[in-house]
């Protein structure tokens, strides 16, 4: 099936999640609801404290996994399970909300850069429902895949025979890569997966599109993404792929089942503290 295409690029659209929190939604919008098996994702970076001080004060998820990757700044999870955490530059915290969690996300620090991501994860139907669980995984303990062109840093999944620490309820590649100066990254992949790319750094071509700094580009299917920097600066970015579900979707906010029954069972759930349970 050969190489990958671009068949999509957004560089997403302001928005406000948490207590005022301002990023940028890639992955989520009208335009872009969803892509199996992923459900949203979130970009978000400043050094202005407005925009992230008020931070993720306790609200609950069902029906799904979160993905929170720092690039900089301090961030404190806790959530109903008991589970704590601190992120920290380079850090990874991955939350299976499951049958339900309440959690909050809170940044710990008072000026400077905060900057990063948030991705959601579906799960299956026979896993939504499973006990909720969370894990940190620091940046040192991801596995790197290197060639000529620059690297993979992989936190889930597996390239070329290298396997990332993260073992994600649904199969999915979570990667950073790295490209030197006009030079590439060739990465083979299974043909039937979905993905994306994001471009935190730089400005990188796929095939005939090439994707600006800040920019998303959702992947045709192919065997093998080939990813170029004609740049005389390094460029960086994060690569994400999945099998699909191919499964019905309900959501309604923070809850993703695969009915409107499903989802008011939730909301029983959590007005009546059976939520979690």
């Known amino acids: 099936m050969g190489q990958r295409k671009i068949l999509y690029k957004t560089s997403g659209i302001e928005a406000t999640d948490g207590a005022g929190v301002k990023l940028r939604r890639m992955l989520g ?9 992923f459900l949203m994702l979130d970009t978000f970076k400043s050094d202005s404290p407005d925009d ?30 008991g589970n704590k955490g601190i992120l920290e530059k380079g850090g990874v915290q991955w939350m299976t909300a499951g049958r339900g969690i309440v ?25 939504k429902m499973i006990e909720p669980g969370y894990f940190d995984v620091h940046r040192k303990d991801w596995t790197k895949s290197e060639q000529d062109g620059g690297h993979l840093d992989i936190l889930s999944g597996e390239v070329s025979g290298t396997k990332g620490p993260a073992l994600s309820k649904t199969p999915i590649l979570y990667a950073h890569w790295f490209i030197k100066p006009n030079s590439r990254l060739q990465i083979p992949i299974a043909s039937h997966w979905n993905g994306f790319i994001h471009v935190s750094e730089g400005d990188v071509q ?14 045709s299917s192919g065997e ?17 792929l999945g099998e699909p579900i191919g499964e019905p979707i309900a959501q309604y906010g923070p809850f993703v089942m695969n009915t409107k029954e499903e989802i008011m069972q939730a909301f029983t759930d959590f007005q009546s503290g059976n939520f979690g349970r």
């Open 103 to 127: 959690h909050s996300e809170m940044p710990k620090q008072e000026n400077g850069m905060l900057r990063g991501y948030q991705l959601w994860v579906n799960l299956p139907s026979r896993l």
């Open 29 to 37: 919008t009208e335009e872009l609801p969803n892509l199996d098996p």
């Open 206 to 219: 796929v095939g005939d599109n090439k994707l600006p700094n800040g920019y998303l580009g959702i992947f």
């Open 224 to 240: 093998e993404i080939v990813i170029e920097n004609p740049g005389s600066s390094s460029a960086d970015g994060i690569l994400v």
């Open 52 to 81: 992230y001080l008020a931070g993720f004060p306790n609200h609950p998820h069902r029906g799904f996994e979160t993905v929170t990757y720092l690039l900089d700044g301090v961030m404190e999870h806790n959530d109903s399970k």
